[in-house]
């Protein structure tokens, strides 16, 4: 229901609808978070990443060429050469395109690796100072 409201709000519910083809993908292992923990060790959390080379046509048949990249969590992970995907293209400039699956992608890995750890970090302290306020008043 959101993504529906996003699309609307860009306006890429008016882009043209159709099918790409992926002319090349390749995996590979990318940083996405990293931090030191309290004994001063420096971590790196790690996923694999899908990028993706597709090309489609335009109405008027000239071929576009670009790319998307997704996370190990995305359906659009799982294809490879040969394959199509279903893309959006914008009327004015053949050369932009949306997809879906990449905006999810992008979501979810925002949310796994920036959001949530924040919330739990903003919980953690929350919890602390109330057991610090609490303990002050008994005494």
């Not at 576009?64 to 969590?73: G, M, Q, R, S």
């Not at 050369?95 to 739990?120: C, E, H, M, N």
Request: with cysteine; proline share 2%; aromatic share 16%.
């Amino acid at each position: 229901m959101l993504i529906e409201i996003w699309e609307r709000w860009r306006g890429y519910d008016k882009w043209i609808e159709t099918e790409a083809k992926i002319d090349s993908s390749d995996l590979s292992e990318a940083e996405v978070a990293s931090f030191r923990d309290r004994c001063g060790e420096d971590h790196i959390d790690y996923e694999w990443e899908s990028t993706c080379w597709i090309r489609w046509a335009d109405t008027e048949g000239k071929e576009h060429k670009n790319f998307y990249e997704v996370w190990e969590d995305s359906p659009l992970y799982q294809l490879y050469d040969g394959q199509s995907v279903t893309i959006r293209y914008n009327p004015v400039n053949a050369d932009d395109f949306y997809i879906r699956g990449v905006l999810r992608s992008q979501v979810i890995t925002t949310v796994k690796w920036k959001i949530l750890p924040a919330a739990a970090a903003l919980a953690f302290l929350i919890a602390w100072l109330i057991l610090f306020v609490t303990g002050q008043r008994s005494r």
